[in-house]
């Protein structure tokens, strides 16, 4: 009977770290990396001027009662736009709301929008939870269909008959072990062709191809203020390197 007890304790310490022994690691940074932030000023950005600012060295934007957005609104990179790329951040942000980094996406100017800043495209979630699904990392389609394209342990294709889920790559105790709370947390973005990989605090979370006629192929990088309850949310170490 003892023998047949630890070996159920030694299965559930398994079990219960088998999240993060999963995920596979994240590639090296190694290359030429271009710096989207100088840590002093939004030169290079545009944003609502009234909710995005420089603080301590990191992108703050923040939403209160008394200055509000009209409708999700975006902090958008303002030189070039980018296809295939490996692009690194840190990030933190309140619990009240969520956040995202645009990528592939298109700056919406139509007249129809609510603001001057709103953007439709591929969006790596940012948010400051640790329960599935709710949590940073998932691909959402802003304003361009779909959904929740590609949740936080899938490995997934969609194609023309919709999304086929592979693999799972970390589970619920694996990202409560990765994800730091009330922290900064380290991401990657890699997008090469229809394959893109989400990485975070170095393990894979993401890895998704998309072969739907809706998949885009390159856009404009952007920082997301939800609308709807206060919050705030900071950036910093933000850099790119181009794919060959």
Same mark, same amino acid.
């Given at each position: ?15 219960a770290g088998a999240g993060i022994a999963w995920a596979q690691d994240a590639p090296p940074e190694t290359g030429r990396y271009t710096s989207l932030f ?71 100017? &139509? ?6 800043? *709103?953007? +439709? $495209? ?8 640790? %329960? !599935? ?16 394209i590609c949740l936080v342990g899938e490995k997934a294709v969609w194609g023309p008959d919709g999304k086929r889920v592979l693999d799972t790559l970390i589970d619920q105790a694996g990202f409560e072990k990765?994800?730091?709370? &009330? ?6 973005? *890699?997008? +090469? $062709? ?8 170095? %393990? !894979? ?40």
């Amino acid at each position: 009977m003892k023998r047949i007890a630890i070996a159920v304790m030694v299965c559930g310490w398994l079990a219960a770290g088998a999240g993060i022994a999963w995920a596979q690691d994240a590639p090296p940074e190694t290359g030429r990396y271009t710096s989207l932030f100088n840590g002093k000023d939004l030169s290079g950005w545009d944003g609502d001027p009234r909710l995005w600012s420089v603080v301590d060295g990191a992108i703050h934007g923040e939403t209160t009662e008394k200055h509000q957005a009209n409708g999700n609104t975006f902090l958008i990179y303002q030189q070039g736009e980018f296809g295939d790329f490996e692009l690194r951040f840190s990030f933190r942000c309140s619990s009240t709301n969520n956040s995202g980094v645009q990528y592939r996406s298109k700056h919406i100017t &139509d007249g129809n929008v609510r603001n001057a800043w *709103v953007v +439709r $495209g591929y969006q790596h979630e940012i948010r400051n939870e640790t %329960k !599935l699904p709710n949590v940073a990392g998932f691909i959402y389609g802003e304003g361009i269909g779909r959904g929740r394209i590609c949740l936080v342990g899938e490995k997934a294709v969609w194609g023309p008959d919709g999304k086929r889920v592979l693999d799972t790559l970390i589970d619920q105790a694996g990202f409560e072990k990765l994800f730091r709370l &009330d922290d900064w947390n380290d991401s990657i973005i *890699v997008a +090469r $062709g229809t394959h893109i990989q989400h990485y975070l605090n170095g %393990k !894979l979370i993401v890895d998704f191809t998309d072969r739907d006629d809706l998949a885009l192929r390159q856009g404009i990088i952007a920082l997301q203020l939800h609308a709807g309850k206060p919050m705030w949310v900071e950036f910093r170490d933000l850099r790119i390197k181009e794919l060959k």
